[in-house]
Nanobody, 119 residues
Framework: QVQLVESGGGLVQPGGSLRLSCTAS????????INWYRQAPGKEREFVAG???????NYADSVKGRFTISRDNAPNTVSLQMSSLKPEDTAVYYC?????WGFGPNDYWGQGTQVTVSS
């Protein structure tokens, strides 16, 4: 059974930090690009950060220097360390797995985790 589960969201004050995790099962994790997206109320879902199968990373301009994405292939987890959080970072954060090789679906979304930045 394919699963992609986000965790670590919550309420944090401006300037604070949170660490989100995306844990995968049911497919060849090492063969997938893992991206984080977010969707704020009334806005379209937008790309936040991504990490490739060999560890290459890229970030949206709005989070560069504040967010860091990393992956641990054992145990199938991608983390998003978020620092210097701003109210405009408030959104539901989703991870998405995109297959480059191996067994599993072509792409798959998690259910999301809420991040609220407010004083």
């Amino acid at each position: 059974q394919v699963q992609l589960v986000e965790s670590g969201g919550g309420l944090v004050q401006p300037g604070g930090s949170l660490r989100l995790s995306c844990t995968a099962s049911g497919f060849t994790f090492t063969g997938y690009v893992i991206n984080w997206y977010r969707q704020a109320p009334g806005k379209e879902r937008e790309f936040v950060a991504g990490i490739g199968t060999t560890g290459g990373t890229n970030y949206a301009d709005s989070v560069k220097g504040r967010f860091t994405i990393s992956r641990d292939n054992a145990p199938n987890t991608v983390s998003l360390q978020m620092s210097s959080l701003k109210p405009e970072d408030t959104a539901v954060y989703y991870c998405k797995a995109i297959r480059l090789w191996g067994f599993g679906p072509n792409d798959y979304w998690g259910q999301g985790t809420q991040v609220t930045v407010s004083s």
